[in-house]
């Protein structure tokens, strides 16, 4: 029994934003319509359509970005009420699930009043005009539930799968390549593609055209795998009244966070990030999440939420507290081991005190990041937070400057002027040459003589705007033996690093 929302991505986005079931609304994505809802394709908004084009065939269109994200999360509630009813659901994808049918018959006394019972919990749980289709296997059950017509429910008798299906265009068939040939050797229909004979089909287009065939001829060998629910962690305490005294919302939670931890443990995992969110007697909102080097203990989520309390700006007494785990992991990989490990506990204890204290910005550790200039790899980020840019290595940066690294980065650069052995200043041509051997570079009133020096390295950054930026990068080494790391822009010469 597969269950199918129609129109689920433009569904999922209209309860996101509270619009009404009749509004025109089209979801884009790269700047094409791909998906829009009825009243929009009744103005002639179909899908592949450029944006522009779309809102000039309805100028009335509400555009919205397409979230895959949101279609998943939005399919939740339907998912847990239909798991209420049945279990062994099977989320084939976001607004398309399926069951077996063989015990919500028995139960509810027929096929047809299964099929019903769980299009009236999906509707009621926000699955509006479910569709059920209801046959042998999960290709020609989806099938049918797409062809239920002004019916909720189509049933499809057992072994009747082939000839339900014989009708039906081969562009049902997900693998454009094979359907593009059968195409052009006059199959339009997976009748006529079930025609041929299954030997022949597996020598011309193998195993994934094996399987097709099998499909078109109503033999669906796919395998029903139900979803394993998710475990619901959260903890959530609600005070009646609001409570305005720190040490009593802390405590209110003690008991509640133990529960918290012990969850998490009974499914063999830690949490090593949780999100705390405060809610006030006059709507107020405060959230955050928090880190932890290792992972939180009960007494850990209680400091959170009282350093938290005391921080928020929050103008009338707090009335819920919920902590969801934001990131969790495996328990085996957070044994201390016998001597223990990681990072001291009591350090981060206090540095999370102090933040609390003096504000989130407040307490900053170093990092680095992707960029191509020095500067823009030097990162300072909150404490307890995550760098916001992914790892150099995780990115080409074409320009960056390679290994080894220079041991001092100077912040600001310092101006210096690079000589000739003439004592006139050396700059780039046009192809990126220097115009004479670099002899010397001043740095104020001090003038230290070169004696090697490599390059240039063109940086160009941004060419295609209006804030781009070219520079050259040169290495020398004076007769101190100290090397440094020279910059030509716009603004003259830099001495941007020292090698030390």
């Given at each position: 029994m597969v269950l199918w929302c129609p129109d689920w991505p433009v569904t999922a986005a209209v309860q996101a934003e509270n619009l009404g079931a009749d509004a025109a609304v089209a979801l884009i994505e790269k700047n094409l319509v791909f998906a829009s809802s009825a009243f929009a394709r009744a103005e002639g908004v179909t899908r592949g359509l450029r944006l522009r084009e779309a809102q000039a065939r309805c100028p009335e269109l509400i555009v919205l970005d397409y979230d895959p994200s949101l279609d998943n999360r939005a399919f939740e509630p339907v998912l847990a009420a239909i798991e209420q009813l049945t279990p062994g659901v099977q989320v084939l994808r976001p607004g398309v699930c399926a069951v077996r049918i063989?015990?919500?018959?028995?139960?509810?006394?027929?096929?047809?009043?299964?099929?019903?019972?769980?299009?009236?919990?999906?509707?009621?749980?926000?699955?509006?005009?479910?569709?059920?289709?209801?046959?042998?296997?999960?290709?020609?059950?989806d099938q049918a539930a797409r062809l239920t017509g002004r019916e909720r429910v189509r049933i499809v008798p057992a072994g009747e799968s082939e000839r339900f299906l014989a009708p039906l265009d081969i562009g049902l068939l997900d693998d454009p390549g094979i359907v593009t040939l059968l195409r052009r050797l006059g199959i339009r229909t997976l009748a006529g593609f079930a025609e041929l004979a299954a030997d022949d089909v597996r020598t011309r287009f193998g195993e994934p055209g094996a399987r097709l065939h099998s499909l078109a001829r109503g033999r669906d060998s796919w395998?029903?795998?139900?979803?394993?629910?998710?475990?619901?962690?959260?903890?959530?305490?609600?005070?009646?009244?609001?409570?305005?005294?720190?040490?009593q919302v802390a405590f209110g939670v003690r008991t509640a966070a133990e529960r918290f931890v012990d969850g998490l443990t009974a499914s063999k995992l830690v949490c090593t990030a949780i999100r705390v969110e405060l809610h006030s007697d006059s709507g107020e909102l405060s959230e955050r999440v928090w880190l932890h080097p290792r992972s939180f203990s009960p007494g850990d989520v209680v400091d959170r939420v009282r350093w938290q309390v005391s921080g928020a700006e929050l103008s009338s007494g707090v009335t819920r507290v919920r902590v969801s785990p934001e990131a969790v992991d495996a328990i085996g990989n957070h044994e201390s081991g016998l001597w223990g490990s990681g990072p001291d506990e009591r350090i981060h204890h206090a540095l999370s005190r102090v933040q609390s204290m003096l504000?989130?910005?407040?307490?900053?550790?170093?990092?680095?990041?992707?960029?191509?200039?020095?500067?823009?790899?030097?990162?300072?980020?909150?404490?307890?937070?995550?760098?916001?840019?992914?790892?150099?290595?995780?990115?080409?940066?074409?320009g960056s400057l390679p290994a080894p690294f220079p041991g001092t980065v100077f912040s600001p650069r310092h101006p210096v002027q690079v000589l000739d052995e003439r004592q006139e200043s050396v700059g780039v041509d046009d192809r990126g040459a220097l115009s004479a051997a670099p002899a010397r570079f001043a740095a104020g009133a001090k003038l230290l003589e070169l004696t090697a020096w490599a390059g240039p390295w063109p940086l160009d950054e941004r060419w295609w705007s209006s804030d781009a930026r070219k520079a050259w990068r040169v290495q020398a080494v004076d007769s101190t033996g100290c090397a440094w790391l020279l910059v030509l822009d716009g603004g003259g010469w830099w001495a941007e690093a020292r090698y030390d």
């Open positions: 063989r015990g919500a018959a028995r139960y509810y006394g027929g096929e047809k009043a299964a099929a019903l019972a769980l299009a009236g919990c999906a509707a009621d749980a926000g699955g509006r005009n479910a569709r059920v289709g209801v046959a042998d296997g999960i290709f020609t059950a395998p029903l795998t139900p979803r394993t629910p998710p475990s619901d962690h959260d903890l959530v305490v609600s005070f009646e009244p609001a409570l305005d005294i720190v040490e504000g989130h910005g407040a307490v900053l550790m170093p990092g680095v990041g992707g960029g191509r200039t020095l500067s823009d790899r030097q990162q300072l980020v909150a404490w307890g937070d995550r760098a916001v840019s992914a790892k150099p290595s995780e990115q080409p940066w074409p």
